[in-house]
């Protein structure tokens, strides 16, 4: 069974930093692009950021220049480095993950963790 796993979540002060890490595990078959979305009370899950397989990275507009997304591909393991963090960044972040499996079936998203909290106050 594929897991994925967050951690790195927590309480900031607006204008601080936090650095989030998923890693992946189980029969995960020729993993590919992963990525960070997130979830606000009341609101949509959104995306944050996501890299392909060659570190090649997409962030929303609302976090680009702000937070940074990596890899490490030995270790299934996604990061995303979140600088001068806002009010509105407050939300529930979410691990993704795709393979050859989930991209082969229409209308899969991919694999998901569990989520971890993230609060920024002021």
């Known amino acids: 069974q594929v897991r994925l796993v967050e951690s790195g979540g927590g309480l900031v002060q607006a204008g601080e930093s936090l650095t989030l890490s998923c890693r992946a595990s189980?029969?995960?078959?020729?993993?590919?692009?992963m990525g960070w979305y997130r979830q606000a009370p009341g609101q949509q899950r959104e995306l944050v950021a996501t890299?392909?397989?060659?570190?090649?990275?997409h962030y929303s507009d609302s976090v680009k220049g702000r937070f940074t997304i990596s890899r490490d591909n030995a270790e299934n393991t996604v990061y995303l480095q979140m600088n001068s963090l806002k009010l509105e960044d407050t939300a529930v972040y979410y691990c993704n993950a795709e393979d050859q499996i989930t991209r082969m079936i229409p209308g899969d998203s991919g694999y998901w963790g569990q989520g971890t909290q993230v609060t920024v106050s002021s």
């Open positions: 890299i392909d397989q060659g570190g090649y990275p």
């Open positions: 189980g029969s995960i078959l020729g993993i590919g692009t």
